[in-house]
């Protein structure tokens, strides 16, 4: 079977060199190819980050006036709304999501083009009192060619958390897709572009991270780095960006609690436990993978979890089926390992959820919801990101002790407290260590306006709301000197 390529976009242009290596991108349901990625290499990411560069120097992009430069990103987002059901359709083909939520990643994805394009011309410097003779202001600009490094679990709708305020503060973009899953975001640059964007203004470059992925943090004429994905990688990232001293941004996923104390309204926690977990089977960076929940009401509480996740129907997630598959062979192997050794450190183990009948889905990744309970602090799975739809189970005596089970992590990114208790949740809201604290409700995507981003291994910098904006600009001071008396 002869696959079509998938193109590079690079100046504006859909790139599909037939003597370039490729890979298969595999639909995560049925396990099969259905495309192509060129693999890019150095000199392709040369030729995108040349682009960018060259772009950022003309007047087409930074010095367009910005009401222009707004109302450009507006329009894209007008066109991505316009394509959703196009976008939703790559993505949820892809990344293995159920179809309906791949619309929502794609109304995000709009919604960042609409935010940022609303806040370019509103972003204003100061006016610093120095000293009689002289007057001092502050400038924010762009700093040049912007790297988002994205991974497979949001292409479309973490790309554009990055790739939307970089292009607002006025800095060319050059992405780096996962090798699991690149094909929304060529298809966003190309809509993105027939929208209104210059040439250069935002290329993709598709391929392995060590190769393409390590190139473009390399690369010198690239001057910020953003990075999403795992631990190592964004370690190795800072170490090359080192070499340069390149800023970066990393967000690098989590192992974020759900506390629910005795007096919560129970139905509703368990309805979001069950969902948040599942949603993307599992592959979400601020999902809440551990259940921290109060001893007396955990049994009521687990119960309710478990009558959830017995009704996940998995499936087709172009056929309305609650959960698709995780994105490869290579994760739905690591979730097994890690439930091999929850077993082994003595954690119970429950597996729910309908696996999919249809035998055409019969080798896709399919990891059914699954419950590990009597987690404790020294279990692996208490500590690590599994990255699958797993929830870790461990129980707590009293307030000071839920503090200290979610704080006994070496992540920070998000936090859920379900509580009654307006005094005990603000007091939960200042103890717990996370970048984003939820109470008696959860969202995981959405809320551009809002920050987001870790402590500790996390990361750091945030993304999303004005400080996702100001991320992508650097302060200028200007001092004028005037003669006086
Ligand atoms: P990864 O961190 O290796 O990949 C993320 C992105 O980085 C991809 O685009 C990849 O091509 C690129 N990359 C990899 N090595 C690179 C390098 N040396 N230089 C530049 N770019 C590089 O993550 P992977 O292997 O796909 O998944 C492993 C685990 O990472 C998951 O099980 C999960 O725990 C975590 N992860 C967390 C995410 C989050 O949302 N925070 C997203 C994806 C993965
Ligand atoms: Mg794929």
Redesign the pocket.
Known sequence: MSLENLGIFIDGQVMADANLATIDVINPATARPIKRLIRGQAAEVDAAVQSARKTFETKAWRRMPTAQRGQILLKISEAIRANEEHLATLESTDVGKPIAQARNDVRTTARYFEYYGGMVDKVLGTTIPVRWGALDMTLREPYGVSAQ??????PLS?GARGIAPALAAGNCVVA?????ASLSLVELARIAHAAGLPAGAFNVVT????E???A??RHPLVSHVT????????S??MK?AAETIKPVSL????KSPNIVFADADLAAAAAQIARVIVLNSG????TCSRLLVDKSIHDTLLEQVLTKFDQVRMGDPLGGADMGPV?SA??KK?IEGFLATAEQDGATMTRHGHPPEDSNLRDGFFVRPTVLNNVRPQHRVFR?????PVLAVSSFSDEAEAVTLANDSDYG?NAGIFTKDVERAIRLAHEIQAGQIYVNGFGTGGSVEVPFGGMKK??FNREKGIEGFLNYTQTKSVTFHFKTE
């Open positions: 490094i994205i991974p497979w679990n949001y973490m780096k897709p996962a090798e699991d391929g392995y991270g060590q393409a992925g390590a473009l943090v990075f999403t994905g795992s631990v190592a990688t964004g190795a990232i090359m967000e690098l996923g989590g592959q979400t960076c601020n994105i290579k994760q690591a690590e990101e599994i990255f699958g990114l996390s990361g």
